[in-house]
């Protein structure tokens, strides 16, 4: 057993041994180049086979499940929040049905529509339910294609879309003015927050922990990401700078600084492209899913007076 250990760690580090790295180069500048060469070309359209299916344009049903995380199973079923009752309601998009939250709040501001991040449901939401109750608005939370209870599988285009069906859900069937309506978007759900703005009107929008361009985010976190140009990757490609550098409703960015699941840096760059009127707010030693808990103070203090400027 300890020979065995012995050897599996001599193969772990002879990667980073500079003597078998010596007596590798020694041992190739023997070998026959035209040999060597010829070998290198065989495997080449092998590389460039693997290269085309590992595009992320390719290859979506790999990358979705990297990307989605959907839960299934509510983490709590309440029948109120803060003496709001909810209803629960099923919207049609793209052929699928769409569970949603609403708590239809009486004299209310105006209507949050909230967009959840990769993971879980809208029942891991309620503490930003309840926060957007306390300010007086009603809210609409809605699960994503495949997650809680909406059918379907979840999908780049599909989440977008479910966002676009909730908002037409508010105006069309609840009659609420689109100067009435407020975005909030966490993570995943900022890039879906700011599609629903670049395609409809709204008072204003709240991204929470997101990202600038899904292309720009993939490259900061998966190294093989950086070998793919633009163009293959889908054609949609959650591009919230590109959207928000063109005219839009008061934007209220909020990014942790010690976020490692999507960089601080990306809400910098986003908040750097954004057009006015924006601000962004940072939170000193914030994480990616604590804004709401071991940072509640701050986070809300931003949300308050971003809200009370708006409507």
């Given at each position: 057993m300890?020979e065995?250990?012995?050897?599996?760690?001599?193969?772990?580090?002879g990667a980073?041994?500079?003597?078998?790295?010596?007596?590798?180069?020694?041992?190739?500048?023997?070998?026959?180049?035209k040999?060597?060469v010829?070998?290198l070309l065989?495997?080449?359209?092998?590389?460039?086979?693997?290269?085309?299916?590992?595009?992320?344009?390719?290859?979506s049903p790999?990358?979705n499940k990297i990307l989605f995380f959907p839960s299934k199973?509510?983490?709590?079923?309440?029948d109120?929040i803060?003496?709001?009752?909810?209803?629960n309601?099923?919207i049609e998009?793209?052929?699928?049905?769409i569970n949603?939250w609403l708590?239809?709040?009486?004299?209310a501001r105006?209507?949050?529509l909230?967009s959840?991040?990769?993971?879980?449901?809208i029942?891991?939401?309620?503490?930003?339910?309840?926060?957007?109750l306390?300010?007086?608005?009603?809210v609409?939370a809605?699960?994503?294609?495949?997650?809680?209870?909406s059918?379907?599988?979840p999908?780049?285009?599909?989440i977008?879309?479910?966002g676009?069906?909730a908002?037409?859900y508010?105006?069309?069937?609840?009659?609420?003015?689109?100067?009435?309506?407020?975005?909030f978007?966490?993570?995943?759900?900022?890039a879906v927050s700011?599609?629903i703005?670049?395609?409809?009107e709204?008072?204003?929008?709240?991204?929470?922990?997101?990202f600038?361009s899904?292309?720009h985010?993939?490259?900061a976190k998966?190294?093989?990401?950086?070998?793919?140009?633009n163009?293959?990757?889908?054609?949609n490609k959650?591009?919230?700078?590109k959207?928000?550098?063109?005219?839009?409703?008061p934007?209220?960015?909020i990014h942790?600084?010690?976020?490692n699941?999507?960089p601080y840096?990306?809400g910098?760059?986003?908040?750097?492209k954004?057009?006015e009127p924006k601000?962004f707010?940072?939170i000193?030693g914030g994480?990616?899913n604590?804004?709401?808990?071991?940072y509640?103070?701050?986070?809300?203090?931003?949300l308050?007076?971003f809200?009370?400027?708006?409507?």
């Amino acid at each position: 057993m300890q020979e065995f250990a012995a050897m599996l760690w001599n193969d772990i580090t002879g990667a980073f041994s500079v003597a078998q790295w010596k007596d590798c180069l020694q041992k190739l500048s023997k070998v026959n180049r035209k040999v060597l060469v010829s070998n290198l070309l065989a495997i080449v359209p092998q590389i460039a086979v693997f290269y085309v299916l590992l595009a992320p344009a390719v290859a979506s049903p790999l990358y979705n499940k990297i990307l989605f995380f959907p839960s299934k199973e509510l983490a709590l079923n309440i029948d109120s929040i803060n003496d709001t009752a909810k209803e629960n309601i099923f919207i049609e998009s793209g052929g699928e049905k769409i569970n949603a939250w609403l708590f239809d709040k009486a004299g209310a501001r105006g209507t949050v529509l909230i967009s959840h991040g990769n993971a879980g449901n809208i029942s891991h939401r309620i503490p930003i339910i309840e926060y957007f109750l306390g300010q007086n608005f009603s809210v609409l939370a809605y699960d994503y294609q495949g997650y809680g209870l909406s059918t379907g599988e979840p999908g780049i285009n599909k989440i977008c879309q479910d966002g676009l069906s909730a908002y037409d859900y508010l105006t069309k069937e609840r009659k609420i003015a689109p100067t009435k309506i407020v975005l909030f978007g966490e993570s995943l759900g900022g890039a879906v927050s700011a599609h629903i703005a670049g395609n409809r009107e709204v008072a204003a929008i709240i991204l929470q922990s997101t990202f600038s361009s899904l292309p720009h985010v993939a490259r900061a976190k998966m190294l093989l990401m950086r070998a793919y140009p633009n163009f293959l990757f889908p054609k949609n490609k959650m591009d919230s700078a590109k959207t928000l550098s063109s005219e839009h409703a008061p934007l209220l960015i909020i990014h942790g600084k010690a976020d490692n699941v999507i960089p601080y840096s990306e809400g910098e760059l986003l908040n750097r492209k954004a057009a006015e009127p924006k601000t962004f707010v940072s939170i000193e030693g914030g994480g990616h899913n604590d804004l709401f808990y071991e940072y509640k103070e701050e986070t809300l203090k931003a949300l308050s007076q971003f809200l009370n400027n708006c409507l």
